[in-house]
């Protein structure tokens, strides 16, 4: 199973429109589960939602309860873009709750846009800066953290946040596959990143219908 966490921008539903995630997936043997958590990071807000716990906690008993989708760590994973890759890696490092993480793109540090708006989701969300518990790097320092996939346009903003995470995860010993590749903020390059975490997810095999589909789903801008 594989939670697909949105960006900033988008809802739940953005994946279905922008990429070709339900191919994937159904080559891929996985059941796809798409929150929608607003503008929030993923966090329960200081002035607002309690989105973590609804992630972490709430979906996925939903989940086992209404499909009978196993909860196991062995076989849940986690994703997602931009604001949704923030939520992914903080996901990943929660005791029992998921231990994989993968990142088509951002996360290292919340992408928030500039301006006025950037102060006024920081207030709402974490309650004006970021803590030892909301800030990734921290949490590099003091989780047991599964095998993680970080990857980032070479065009996008976020680029130098998440070199600066790789770099950090593997000072700390943690097992970290890096995918930075040409490409700016947008969809022409979550498509194919989405294929390659997909590729990549730790203790899968080759979907089963071979390698030439691999090759297929890896068709689009690099």
Do not use: K
């Not at 998440?162 to 930075?180: I, K, M, S």
């Amino acid at each position: 199973m594989l939670y697909l966490l949105h960006g900033l921008s988008d809802d739940h539903t953005a994946w279905l429109r922008q990429t070709r995630a339900t191919r994937y997936a159904e080559q891929a043997g996985l059941a796809l589960v798409m929150p929608s958590a607003g503008r929030s990071f993923y966090a329960d807000e200081a002035q607002g939602h309690r989105y973590w716990t609804f992630v972490a906690e709430e979906l996925p008993e939903v989940v086992r309860a209404f499909f009978g989708l196993s909860q196991q760590p062995a076989t849940t994973y986690v994703a997602g873009l931009s604001m949704g890759g923030y939520g992914a890696q903080a996901r990943a490092a929660t005791p029992g709750a998921v231990r994989r993480g993968g990142q088509p793109v951002g996360g290292a540090e919340p992408g928030l846009p500039p301006g006025r708006r950037r102060d006024d989701i920081r207030d709402r969300v974490f309650g004006g800066a970021l803590s030892a518990q909301d800030d990734l790097f921290a949490l590099l320092d003091r989780a047991d953290l599964p095998p993680l996939w970080v990857g980032c346009g070479t065009e996008d903003q976020l680029v130098a946040g998440n070199h600066a995470f790789v770099a950090r995860a593997r000072e700390r010993g943690h097992q970290v596959t890096a995918d930075f590749r040409p490409g700016e903020h947008s969809w022409d390059l979550w498509d194919p990143m989405l294929a390659a975490v997909l590729d990549w997810l730790p203790g899968r095999t080759a979907p089963p219908d071979g390698p030439d589909a691999r090759a297929d789903r890896r068709i689009g801008p690099a």
